[in-house]
């Protein structure tokens, strides 16, 4: 995974989801990750692994707080995503990736197989699943929409019952279900 740029200003604040917790990390550029787990300190050793000058926000803080509510009702309703500025931070092949994901529409999943196809790279499937790994903003960049080529959920970075969770919710959405 790319490192941030050293000195880069970075802000995080976590709070409670419907998903566990929830971790978002603020630049100068915008959001630069949003990150599940059930751990308050599992995050914020994350945080600090993913961004080492990172520092830890607080509600006071209106823009991160306001950053925090917007994800958090992203969670609960995927298909409502803002459009946040976003300071991806990777390869040029994982900016391309990421890209593509962004694409996918909410309640529809793909294969990594047709993934990679999508982006002009049909034999890099391994190389697009890495990409999809390397994710640091779940839900904005939706790396849970892609399943395995038999139809199978495939490992997630934020945990495989969390991507069951997501697209149970988008499909519903997307059939009228809610």
Known sequence: MTPFKQNTDIRFIIGPSCLGMVMVALGPEGLAAIMLD????????AAVASF???RAGSA????L??????????????????DL????QGTPFQQEVWQALRGI????????GELAARIG????VRAVAGACAANRLAMVVPCHR?????????????????????????????????
């Not at 994800?71 to 298909?79: D, I, K």
């Open 146 to 178: 892609v399943i395995r080529h038999d139809g199978n959920l495939s490992g997630y970075r934020w945990g495989v019952a969390r991507k069951q969770v997501l697209l149970a919710r988008e499909r519903a959405w997307r059939l009228g279900e809610k």
């Open 60 to 63: 006071d803080d209106a823009a």
């Open 105 to 112: 529409p909410c309640g529809h999943t793909i294969t990594y």
């Open 38 to 45: 059930a751990d308050e300190r599992a995050l914020q050793r």
């Open 121 to 124: 790279r049909p034999g890099a």
């Open 52 to 54: 080492p000058t990172a």
């Open 65 to 82: 707080a306001r950053c925090l509510e917007v994800v958090t009702a992203c969670v609960e309703a995927p298909w409502a995503m803002p």
């Open 85 to 88: 500025p976003l300071a991806l």
